[in-house]
């Protein structure tokens, strides 16, 4: 089995058939160029395959130094090593500089030559399981990655992949389990920043001092049982993305130091008196209606107004119905694996009691009942029998009497002007926002509390 390919560019055809012939017994496939031309067509045509290019400092079309970023530009994972006539320690440290593996002078060792070259092969074959490793990473954080065509989701992918190569601030509204995560890190890998970290904090998670600590940091010192300097989560974000989940939990003490980083990319640490600088961009998600607590005194309006430069609506899993099914395939497929069932999928019934079912935890609900009914499943189909027993109500409406009598109650008739108006904005969930004068998350929160 191959080592892998290496492409020699030399106009010295007796030196380019030695070296071939080196490297072609220590099992590498070798490729050869007599010029520059020649051997950037054919790094192009095999830039996937090629590890190693040694390339002749003076050629006939170009010089090697000069050369080098067209190689990398072709071909970026490959290492290139120089070879020369004549070498100099300056002219070796100035390839070196340039991005050269290595440089050497024609006429050394053949074990040498073996060396470098393997060496040079080892570090692109690491380079490119690191690449491969990294696209795999970023792939399942894409928007196209999420699952489920619902016109609600392409409308909040869309507007996401607007706002993601920018460095605005982004608030994301959807009720708790709807994937306002997943968007955020979306968000962060279709922009500039995704080659540096995403640092997520729930800020339900964690009493008010030790919230403030995590965020910020501290110096040794700072209080009992300090006995180290810390990095707060700022910092380890800098250069990347902070998600703030469940912002509208932050202590008022702690939104006015928030606001302070989001105007001046600045804070000061517990115990400290120097302001700290960091570059980071901040995506907060909320379950709740923050403006309309900024205007009740639970939230700073000027924070608010700080997050909200440009929201996203995260729809909840009952407005975007026929996701149902593609979620409940794919969640089916992921425990069927992780517990080795035979499970070839969903029968009718059980497909429609998920599709009538109100979903108050949405996406998060809808992969537990799934991981739940694959652990109870028995035959080659889920059924009925492997969901809960909350689903049967779901699965057999109100009788019409009960229904006549719902509709004069307050809730009735609220849910019934709901779904007029949405039938008068032709079902887009903006426009009836509208139309209601109320948050487009409150008609969320309506259209899943009255299973629209």
């Known amino acids: 089995m191959s080592h892998g390919t290496i492409l020699i560019i030399d106009d010295e055809n007796s030196l380019r058939k030695v070296v071939s012939r080196v490297l072609e017994l220590e099992d590498y496939t070798v490729l050869q160029a007599r010029t520059a031309h020649e051997g950037l067509e054919l790094l192009g045509q095999h830039a996937e395959e090629i590890l190693v290019i040694l390339s002749d400092v003076k050629l006939p079309d170009g010089h090697g130094l000069g050369l080098l970023p067209r190689y990398q530009a072709v071909a970026p994972l490959a290492e ?5 006539a004549y070498g100099t320690i300056a002219d070796g440290v100035q390839a070196m ?40 990473l970023t792939s399942q954080y894409t928007f196209e990655s999420m699952i489920g065509h619902s016109a609600p989701l392409e409308q909040a992918k869309t507007l996401a992949r607007r706002v993601a190569p920018t460095d605005s601030t982004v608030l994301l509204e959807g009720p708790t389990g709807s994937g306002k995560e997943l968007f955020a890190q979306a968000i962060h890998h279709a922009s500039p920043r995704r080659s540096k970290p995403f640092v997520a904090v729930n800020c339900s998670a964690f009493p008010k001092d030790l919230l403030e600590s995590e965020l910020f940091g501290y110096r040794k010192g700072a209080f009992t049982g300090a006995l180290a300097d810390k990095k707060g989560l700022l910092e380890e974000a800098t250069g990347g993305t902070l998600f703030l989940d469940e912002i509208g939990e932050l202590p008022l003490e702690l939104q006015a130091k928030l606001l302070r980083v989001l105007e001046t990319q600045t804070f000061t640490k517990l115990g400290d008196t120097k ?3 960091v570059n980071v961009r901040i995506v907060a998600a909320t379950n709740r209606n923050l403006r309309q607590e900024a205007d009740a005194g639970l939230f700073r309006p000027d924070l608010y107004y700080r997050l909200a430069v440009f929201t996203v609506p995260v729809p909840p899993l009952n407005v975007r119905r026929e996701d149902i099914e593609p979620l409940a395939n794919y969640f089916l497929r992921l425990y069927a694996a992780k517990l080795r069932k035979r499970l070839h999928g969903m029968d009718a019934d059980f497909l429609r009691h998920l599709t009538h079912y109100n979903w108050r935890g949405n996406v998060r609900e809808l992969k537990n009942v799934l991981e739940r009914a694959v652990i109870l499943a028995d035959g080659d189909l889920l059924t009925a029998d492997n969901l809960p027993a909350e689903f049967d109500h779901a699965a057999h ?5 009960d229904a006549a009598a719902a509709q004069w109650t307050l809730r009735g008739m609220e849910r019934s002007h709901i779904q007029a108006v949405l039938q008068q904005a032709h079902g887009n969930k903006t426009e009836a926002a509208r139309m209601l004068g109320v948050a487009l998350t409150t008609l969320y929160r309506k259209i899943q509390e009255y299973g629209l």
């Open 80 to 84: 290139v090593i120089l070879l020369t």
């Open 97 to 136: 500089r340039s991005g050269a593996f290595d440089y050497l002078t024609k006429g050394n060792s053949d074990d040498q030559l073996v060396v470098v070259v393997a060496r040079a092969a080892d570090k692109a074959r690491l380079q490119r399981r690191v690449a491969q490793l990294e696209q795999q």
């Open 275 to 277: 302001p700290l600088t």
């Open 397 to 401: 409406p109100a009788a019409p009497d």
